[in-house]
T-cell receptor, first 115, second 110 residues
Framework: DAGVIQSPRHEVTEMGQEVTLRCKPI?????LFWYRQTMMRGLELLIY????????DSGMPEDRFSAKMPNASFSTLKIQPSEPRDSAVYFC?????????????FGAGSRLTVL | AQRVTQPEKLLSVFKGAPVELKCNYS??????LFWYVQYSRQRLQLLLR??SRESIKGFTADLNKGETSFHLKKPFAQEEDSAMYYC????????????FGTGTLLAVQP
């Protein structure tokens, strides 16, 4: 398994543009998480899904952020419109329910720069 | 509310010196604690979890419920230990919000 796959790895965009980040979890994992990493705030949980259903989106900063998981092998995080303060590394992670439920496998991250 | 505090953003030690990365948490229920590590140019990965009671790469961490702490320790630091370390908390026995601290960058000097 190639692990959790995220794309793009790097994105540079201008303020006001729409940004879509993509994630393919590990096959068979039923939990998917989106985190944002910044120097000041560390790793913040944005939203997580179980069996493709959003369970908790209380970490999503504002309405400009949205996330979907149309099937077990794909999720998107969308920012529209983007702002400079959204610049961060966005991580996707997945896990398998049961004893390893909180053992997350992370993707390589998508580094977003909004100018 | 769940909260994880890592008071040090940067910890610099010399090779061979003892290391202690501090982690304090607040949670009213029964917590499950983890340490995750991110080496340079590598993905964030699990280092150890308190229920396993393991020593990984020479690191240990003991859950102290009285002090609500889960400090990460290693008696003799190595240069390859240089990395970003995150303490994380979840509700025991459930997949729930895995809440991370702000992280501590460990720099081991030669």
């Amino acid at each position: 398994d190639a692990g959790v796959i995220q794309s793009p790895r790097h994105e540079v965009t201008e303020m006001g543009q729409e940004v879509t980040l993509r994630c393919k979890p590990i096959s068979g994992h039923d939990y998917l998480f989106w985190y944002r990493q910044t120097m000041m705030r560390g790793l913040e949980l944005l939203i997580y899904f179980n069996n493709n259903v959003p369970i908790d989106d209380s970490g999503m900063p504002e309405d400009r952020f949205s996330a979907k998981m149309p099937n077990a092998s794909f999720s998107t995080l969308k920012i529209q419109p983007s702002e400079p303060r959204d610049s961060a590394v966005y991580f996707c992670a997945s896990s398998l329910s049961g004893t390893g439920a909180n053992v997350l496998t992370f993707g390589a991250g998508s580094r977003l720069t909004v100018l | 509310a769940q909260r994880v505090t890592q008071p040090e953003k940067l910890l610099s030690v010399f090779k061979g010196a003892p290391v202690e990365l501090k982690c304090n948490y607040s949670y009213s229920g029964s917590p499950e604690l983890f340490w995750y590590v991110q080496y340079s140019r590598q993905r964030l990965q699990l280092l150890l979890r308190h229920i396993s009671r393991e020593s990984i790469k020479g690191f240990t961490a003991d859950l102290n419920k009285g002090e609500t702490s889960f400090h990460l320790k290693k008696p003799f630091a190595q240069e390859e230990d240089s990395a970003m370390y995150y303490c994380a908390l979840s509700r025991r026995g459930a997949t729930n919000k895995l809440i991370f601290g702000t992280g501590t960058l460990l720099a081991v000097q030669p």
